[in-house]
């Protein structure tokens, strides 16, 4: 069974940074893509960033030049550094994992509140 442990998420005030990580259960080369994605309240799940096996990344229009997302194949874990948080990024975040099947997994989700 695929499990992805998501952690790092908190409160923080505007401005700040956080880093989330997700640990995903067996080798990460096993996955075209991983990412995360956020939900606010009342709103749907969206997209934030990804990173395929190979290497490339993508980021929604809103968190470009604040997020980056990376990976360490070697501890199986990708991560999510952002900065410059906003009120906006307020949400729960879930780590996803696409394999090349096209099967998703999902994380448990971790919450982050920006706010003053």
């Known amino acids: 069974q695929v499990q992805l442990v998501e952690s790092g998420g908190g409160l923080v005030q505007p401005g700040g940074s956080l880093t989330l990580s997700c640990t995903i259960s067996g080798s990460m080369f096993r996955y075209h893509a991983m990412g995360w994605y956020r939900q606010a309240l009342g709103k749907e799940r969206e997209l934030v960033a990804t990173?395929?096996?190979?290497?490339?990344?993508n980021y929604a229009d809103g968190v470009k030049g604040r997020f980056t997302i990376s990976r360490d194949n070697g501890m199986d874990t990708v991560y999510l550094q952002m900065n410059s948080l906003k009120p906006e990024d307020t949400g729960v975040y879930y780590c996803?994992?696409?394999?090349?099947?096209?099967?998703?997994?999902w994380g448990q989700g971790t919450q982050v509140t920006v706010s003053s």
């Open positions: 990173i395929f096996s190979t290497g490339p990344t």
């Open positions: 996803n994992a696409r394999d090349f099947y096209g099967t998703e997994y």
